[in-house]
């Protein structure tokens, strides 16, 4: 028997799906030439470290069809494969997170994050399975998701030539031969084969002064499929008005010109043939799309915004996941493939963001490139409000739920936003009003970006999105709003300062320069900022004494003092997170481990993420004083082995173990007869540190 079936009879490991997020990019004219060459690269039996091909070549010449097509084509060869879009290097994690759920029913590795743990299930079982990066960058964005060893292959697609690794076979990906070039068209166009053969010499000059590029025959050919008229009528005015496009638009290095303006020209003529009664609002999806990354649009969030062109919004008002009208969908998806070469892609996580689209990244440059250029004034800030609005609360809500698959995709497009936008600034407006709001909502999203990265330990990104958010709300500086979220916006700062252990003398200035929004918010006549500035208060002496070090530096004396008055003050002081921290401290430095027993249950309802990972060390340091040791090990070995998926709850997580740390050490020294079994626990616990700090640096 054949080693790879040797291996699949003794491997007994539950691999799940036998495909695993392969986007439904098969093509309408396979090349087989390549799809042998891969095969031919791989070899029949298992090798010690996995093989790896990568297909390489200038954007829109077919290499990720190519890939999708080998994954379609030999799937039964493998026992698993996994895809892995790796166009945004920061996205990899949250797709890994996703396959190891799958692959291990949700049971990640107690002492490894998400990446060791996919390459060490690959390199540990039986196979034989094809991992497929899609896109990469540069290699060094992919090397650490390659297993070193393991009975599988790795396919690689990627514009870059050069600096693989050694042992990679490489293969070219060039423009379609004439045949593959007329049948590719063909069946975009919708002919049959009797019309291919009638129209099969116009065909070939289409193909032709496309330069024979995969993309441009594909996007004509839908432009033809969507026109009235046959080829032959139509060829005679068709290039001509490709000559008559004007050279706005950057074309990628040695890319063929008049394949790019076949592309701008289909881009252009989108939604134009609307049969379906959906092709209007599946263009504006994509319009409005390219604002944002061209890998995994969601559909639930994109679809109802384009489908209603005007919306009220109401900035105080937080929108929240939900799933679009089956119907609605339904039909935006059948004219997106009529009319696009869009491809849909279904994660292996359920939830609002689990149905998206990709468009191939030179459709989506022309998109962006094309929509901004014929934008009236003042449109780009609509749209740009529209989406911030929407995206602002999707992230909130995602990352308060625990969806760090769901945070990472709309961090991702949030972040791409914000880089579209900064391009163009300063925006113009249709009114004072549009202003406003859409200053509101992009600090509102700046800020819980720095949330996102603040949770990640990434507190270099966390603080450079706080003072963005914080220089956005300069040009409201007189609104009293603006005042108070730029006050929260700070105490965000010199939380995640705190957390970053930085010099008192720099929490002292920075909280010197808040107190004077936090005092002028306390006193205002609106309710809700006094609220939030109480509330800002609060949280800001918490930061100020949560080190004993910051407890007695002589340099926080004066902006404590000044803190402690404006929270002394407070006519509703139980109401705050605060206070509920205080007391807790209060009960920890009396002994009163019965007290924090108490305060566990009610705390535990309706906690969020981070704050379960700091109840559930609570949890652990009233079990030493109260519990058995075989108690505490439970609850340690729970709290270790908690994963911070794509880096969140990271930070959550260093807090509690530090804290769970000393109190173990402490109790080692008081405790002899324990002593050898609570030192293991500390060791544990600095092992599991070390990982989680230093998994987060940049």
Known sequence: MPDSRIAQVAGGFDWGLPVAGIPNYVSTFPRLDYLSKIKDSFPAEAAVAPPRVALVGHTGSGKSVIASDYCHLDAINYQFMCWIDCRDADFIDAQVVN???QLTKGALSPEQDAVAVLTGILGRHSGPWLLILDGVVQRSDIDRVIPTRGHGVVLVTSTNR?????DTAVIEVGEFTTEEAVGCFASYAGLDREQEEEHHTVLTEIVYMLGHVPLAVSMAGVYFRNADGTPSELATHYFEDLEALDDILSIPAGFNKTAFKAIQHAVASLGKHDASGHGLTARAVLELGSLIAPEQIPLNLMVPLAAEPEHSLDVAEVPHPEVVEPKLRRGVIAALKSQSIARRIVSETAGPTSETINL???????LRMSRLAALPPGQLESDAFLLMHFLRGWLGASRSNGDYFATELLRMHSETLLAVVKQHEPLASYSDQSRRCYLYTKALLEGELSTCHASRRRFDLSLRLGQAAGSTMTALSEEPTARALTAIVA???ITDLSFAKAPAAVLAAITAATLPAITVGVADEKESIREASYTAAGELRTMLNRTPEYQVAPELEDVRSR??????SDPHPDARPSTVNNRINELYSAGDYEALERLLPPLRQNASPDDSVGLDALHIVVRLHLGTLDEVQSGLEELVAIDPHAGYLSNSLV???????REVEQCAQNNPADR???LLMRAAIETRLVQLIGSAQP
């Open 99 to 101: 396959h190891v759920e």
């Open 655 to 661: 807090e509690a173990l530090t804290k769970v740390g």
């Open 563 to 568: 803190i402690d008055a404006l929270v002394e």
């Open 676 to 678: 050898r079994r609570l």
């Open 360 to 366: 191939h990244p030179l459709v989506h440059q022309i």
């Open 491 to 493: 105490v965000n700062m």
């Open 162 to 166: 050069l600096n693989w690794w050694p």
